[in-house]
């Protein structure tokens, strides 16, 4: 079976944290002392922060550092993009070729599961809490409004009625060192009206801070960024040999896989524990054999993910589809007075403690 690869839509407004969602499940008689339930097989997400710079050139650029001692202002409106963090999240989701059911001896006393909503295995007889978990949430940052280089409410009549950008640029200049002095003064308490209070001083400065950076940013111009994610989910079946994620331009960001408007980022994906393929008659033989709690026991891979050469991502991960299925024995769960309590890991079918 190939891999399988997507891109999923751009996650604008996920929320700050989450939790799965488990139920519990009791094993009673009109059940049959028996629930249901899916052994999972791993999902890769690769999680991909992109960051939208938009830049905006101030009138006034070709005086900045005449006036103001900038050397390197924003000369021309301009939109870019970079690519940020990049994480990988190893998330299960139900094999419909690995669905058991576990039974329990009708006299055991009130047998219970913790099921994931779309039915993997939890818990049996213990209670199950779900980690809170902030993988695949977007920090909610970066966004920013449209980008405004002129605020025309600090302008004085003095630069409005300048006839040519030079003198324009002039007085701004001068305007911003006014500013500067009168700061300067007010700290020192050289000014002639002082505020009445600290809180007083503080507003005048924010609001004299702020008349500054108005006026700079004619000459400087303003750059702002944007922060939004991609997904793209991986479900390996083998190793993986550069297979391309997506594409990425500077000007456009993300691309598809097949746009050649950007350089491909690729994965790799090497086995480092896998268990030995079994021919068809073996692998049915050995299902058969399978008793009472099915669970996983995975393999694992080293991912790395490159671009131009340079690695993004590079960690080891667990893959349920390169391990095997080992059974409990059912007599585990019939003592009456002390049930065993097993705790999975839902994301990839494993055992992660067993009480008795």
Same mark, same amino acid.
Do not use: W
């Given at each position: 079976?190939?891999?399988?690869?997507?891109?999923?839509?751009?996650? &604008?407004?996920?929320?700050?944290?989450?939790?799965? !969602?488990?139920?519990?499940?009791? $094993?009673?008689?009109?059940?049959?002392? @028996?629930?249901?339930?899916?052994?999972?097989?791993?999902?890769?997400?690769? +999680?991909?922060?992109?960051?939208?710079?938009?830049?905006? $050139? @101030?009138?006034?650029?070709?005086?900045?550092?005449?006036?103001?001692?900038?050397? /390197?202002?924003?000369?021309?409106?301009?939109?870019?993009?970079?690519?940020?963090?990049?994480?990988? *999240? /190893?998330?299960? =989701?139900?094999?419909?070729? %690995?669905?058991?059911?576990?039974?329990?001896?009708?006299?055991?006393?009130?047998?219970?599961?913790? &099921?994931?909503?779309?039915?993997?295995?939890?818990?049996?007889?213990?209670?199950?809490?779900?980690?809170?978990?902030?993988?695949?949430?977007?920090?909610?940052?970066?966004?920013?409004?449209?980008?405004?280089?002129?605020?025309?409410?600090?302008?004085?009549?003095?630069?409005?009625?300048?006839?040519?950008?030079?003198?324009?640029?002039?007085?701004?200049?001068?305007?911003?060192? !006014?500013? !500067?002095?009168?700061?300067? +003064?007010? #700290?020192?308490?050289?000014?002639?009206?002082?505020?009445?209070?600290?809180?007083?001083?503080?507003?005048?400065?924010?609001?004299?801070?702020?008349?500054?950076?108005? #006026?700079?940013?004619?000459?400087?111009?303003?750059?702002?960024?944007?922060?939004?994610?991609?997904?793209?989910?991986?479900?390996? %079946?083998?190793?993986?040999?550069?297979?391309?994620?997506?594409?990425?331009?500077?000007?456009?960001?993300?691309?598809?896989?097949?746009?050649?408007?950007?350089?491909?980022?690729?994965?790799?994906?090497?086995?480092?524990?896998?268990?030995?393929?079994?021919?068809?008659?073996?692998?049915?033989?050995?299902?058969?054999?399978?008793? @009472?709690?099915?669970?996983? =026991?995975?393999?694992?891979?080293?991912?790395?993910?490159? !671009?131009?050469? +340079?690695?993004?991502?590079?960690?080891?991960?667990?893959?349920?589809?390169?391990?095997?299925?080992? @059974?409990?024995?059912?007599?585990?769960?019939?003592?009456?007075? $002390?049930?065993?309590?097993?705790?999975?890991?839902?994301?990839?079918? $494993? *055992?992660?403690?067993? *009480?008795?």
């Amino acid at each position: 079976m190939k891999n399988l690869i997507i891109l999923m839509s751009l996650l &604008l407004s996920l929320p700050v944290m989450s939790q799965t !969602r488990v139920t519990k499940r009791i $094993a009673t008689k009109s059940t049959g002392y @028996g629930i249901t339930y899916s052994l999972p097989k791993t999902s890769l997400i690769v +999680n991909v922060e992109v960051i939208k710079n938009t830049c905006k $050139a @101030g009138p006034y650029y070709r005086y900045a550092e005449k006036y103001l001692g900038v050397k /390197n202002p924003v000369e021309e409106d301009q939109v870019y993009y970079q690519l940020g963090k990049i994480d990988l *999240i /190893n998330k299960g =989701i139900p094999n419909p070729e %690995h669905t058991y059911t576990v039974e329990f001896k009708s006299g055991t006393v009130a047998p219970y599961v913790y &099921l994931t909503e779309d039915g993997m295995l939890c818990a049996i007889n213990a209670e199950y809490t779900p980690p809170v978990s902030s993988e695949l949430e977007e920090a909610q940052k970066g966004k920013t409004g449209p980008v405004k280089v002129t605020d025309v409410s600090v302008f004085s009549e003095e630069l409005l009625m300048a006839g040519s950008t030079a003198k324009q640029a002039e007085v701004a200049a001068k305007q911003i060192y !006014r500013i !500067r002095e009168s700061r300067m +003064n007010i #700290l020192t308490g050289d000014a002639d009206n002082l505020p009445p209070d600290g809180q007083a001083m503080m507003l005048v400065i924010n609001q004299l801070e702020e008349q500054e950076k108005a #006026l700079t940013n004619l000459f400087t111009g303003v750059c702002a960024k944007e922060t939004d994610y991609y997904d793209v989910t991986v479900i390996p %079946h083998d190793n993986l040999d550069k297979e391309v994620l997506f594409r990425f331009s500077d000007k456009l960001g993300i691309v598809s896989a097949d746009d050649l408007g950007g350089t491909p980022v690729y994965m790799n994906l090497k086995a480092t524990e896998k268990a030995p393929a079994l021919e068809p008659k073996e692998a049915e033989k050995k299902e058969k054999l399978l008793k @009472g709690v099915v669970y996983n =026991i995975p393999g694992k891979a080293i991912v790395d993910i490159t !671009r131009n050469k +340079n690695t993004l991502f590079k960690g080891e991960v667990q893959i349920a589809q390169f391990g095997s299925r080992e @059974g409990l024995a059912p007599v585990m769960f019939e003592d009456k007075k $002390a049930p065993v309590k097993v705790l999975f890991y839902p994301e990839t079918g $494993a *055992i992660k403690q067993i *009480i008795q």
